[in-house]
């Protein structure tokens, strides 16, 4: 498998996800601007939509959408445990959280990723606060992870969306939940593969 990534986006989840997986899979950086591979290829005949991830399979599928790769990746791997059984009231729960990440969380960090200023930006930070404060009782009675005791793909999404507030300025430091699930995802062993892979870590 081959992952296509831009350093520290959202990509960074599935990243995480093929290391706690342990799964054998090669990576190329994307200029999502430019749509080219750090290889040179024209990053459009991979994902014509232009963005990261793409996961390039061994049969030569290629899987786009990060939700959808965190969950087929979980699927084809159920002992891992990084999704519950399809059909369950926690599969259920968990793509609530998923659909939250990307539709409310991720994407209200993109006017800020596009140069908002001024009014535009405030406002943008507004919802971002607002969004990242949706977590706070979820985490509130303890649970290390957003399904409870177990790691699942979503906590890899959640924690590469929450990494975004240091790159636009915003300190989490008013979520005391959020941050510390940041810290305890930033520590397990596969996120720091992943990032130190990325360049944005340094190696141990």
């Given at each position: 498998m081959?992952?296509?990534?831009?350093?520290?986006?959202?990509?960074?989840?599935?990243?995480?996800?093929?290391?706690?997986?342990?799964?054998s899979f090669d990576i190329e950086s994307v200029d999502t601007s430019a749509k080219t591979t750090a290889g040179g290829r024209d990053f459009l005949e991979i994902n014509?939509?232009?963005y990261v991830p793409a996961l390039a399979l061994d049969?030569?599928?290629v899987l786009t959408e990060g939700a959808a790769i965190l969950q087929y990746l979980a699927d084809q791997h159920p002992a891992s445990g990084l999704a519950p059984?399809?059909?369950?009231?926690?599969?259920?729960?968990?793509h609530r959280h998923l659909n939250f990440i990307s539709a409310e969380l991720h994407k209200s960090f993109s006017p800020l990723?596009?140069?908002a200023e001024g009014v535009a930006r405030e406002a943008a930070i507004d919802k971002v606060r607002k969004r990242i404060a949706h977590f706070e009782p979820i985490f509130a009675d303890g649970r290390p992870y957003l399904m409870g005791d177990t790691?699942?793909?979503?906590?890899?999404?959640?924690?590469?969306v929450l990494n975004w507030a240091g790159f636009i300025g915003l300190s989490l430091d008013e979520f005391p939940q959020a941050t510390?699930?940041?810290?305890?995802?930033?520590e397990r062993q596969a996120t720091r593969r992943a990032l130190e892979a990325e360049g944005l870590r340094k190696a141990a």
């Open positions: 081959k992952l296509y990534y831009k350093p520290g986006a959202c990509s960074l989840a599935t990243h995480i996800v093929l290391n706690e997986l342990g799964l014509p939509d232009g049969n030569g599928d059984t399809p059909g369950s009231w926690e599969r259920t729960q968990l990723f596009q140069g790691f699942s793909v979503a906590d890899a999404y959640l924690f590469t510390a699930f940041v810290a305890r995802i930033a």
